[in-house]
C-alpha cells in the first residue's frame, strides 16, 4: 500500500511540472479551438473565408502563448532555469541538425498529401485565394505555435523527464504524451509520433536546445501545407472554407 497523503521532497517539482503541465495543456486544447474562434469572427462580421483564415491564425498565436508561455514560467523555477530546458544559445548553434531529416520525410509527406482523409485536415486554412500576406501569415503563425509546442513537449517535459527517468526513459515517456496529444487525429498520424517524438527528443539532447526540433517541425508543418495545396489545388474541399468547425484543436 501507498501513503498518498504523504509528499517527498524530492517529489514536490515533478508534481508541479506535471500538474502545471497538464492544466495549460486543457485550457489550451478546449479554451481555444478554432471553431470556436470562427464562431466569434463571423458574429463580428467576418465572412465565411476570412473567418476561418482568421481563426486559425490566431489558434495558433494562442495556441503558442499557453504552451510556450507555460513552459518558459515553469522552466524559471526549475534547477538550471530556462537555458536548462532548452532554451541554451548551444542548442541554438546547432539548430542546422533539424534540416538533415527533412529530405528523407519528403517521400513520405509528398505520398501522404495524396490521401483525401489528410486532405480533409491540411492545410488547416481552407481557402483558394493564398495571396502574399497569407501565406506569410500562415508561416508565421506556424513558426509561433511551434515555438511555444517544442518548449512545452521538448523543452519543459523532456528535459525534466530525462533528468528525473534517465535518457531513454525521459524519451520515451515524452513520446508517450506526444503520442496523447495527437490521438484528436487519425491513426496514421499517432503512429508516425511514435518514430517522430524520439526523433525530435534525440535531436532536442543532441543539439542542447529545443532549435533544431522547433526547425524540423516547422520545416514538416510548412512542407505539409504547401504540398497538401498542390495536391488538392482543384478539390472541391478547398472551395468551402467550412472545415475548421469539424476539426478538433490542432496538435502539431
Known sequence: MFDILKLPAEHVLPSAVFLTASIAYLIYHYGVPAARLQKLLLKR????????????????????????????????????????????LTGWSMAWLGLLPLPLLLPILVRQARQAHHQRRYPQIRTQHWGASLRWGNALSWSFYLLGYEAFFRGLLLYSLVGWLGVWPGM????????????????????????????????????????????????????????????????????????VLQEAATCA
Open 45 to 88: 462580421g467576418l465572412d465565411q473565408e476570412h473567418a476561418q483564415a482568421q481563426a486559425w491564425l490566431w489558434q495558433r498565436l494562442l495556441g503558442g502563448l499557453i504552451l510556450g508561455g507555460s513552459a518558459l514560467v515553469m522552466s524559471a523555477f526549475l534547477p538550471g532555469g530556462v537555458a536548462a530546458h532548452g532554451w541554451g
Open 172 to 243: 520515451l515517456a515524452m513520446t508517450s504524451l506526444y503520442i496523447y496529444a495527437h490521438l484528436p487525429k487519425d491513426a496514421g498520424e499517432c503512429v508516425g509520433c511514435l518514430a517522430m517524438g524520439l526523433v525530435f527528443g534525440a535531436l532536442t539532447l543532441i543539439s542542447g536546445g529545443i532549435w533544431a526540433a522547433w526547425l524540423l517541425h516547422v520545416g514538416i508543418a510548412l512542407s505539409n501545407d504547401a504540398l497538401c495545396r498542390r495536391a488538392a489545388r482543384h478539390a472541391t474541399d478547398l472551395e468551402t472554407p467550412t472545415g
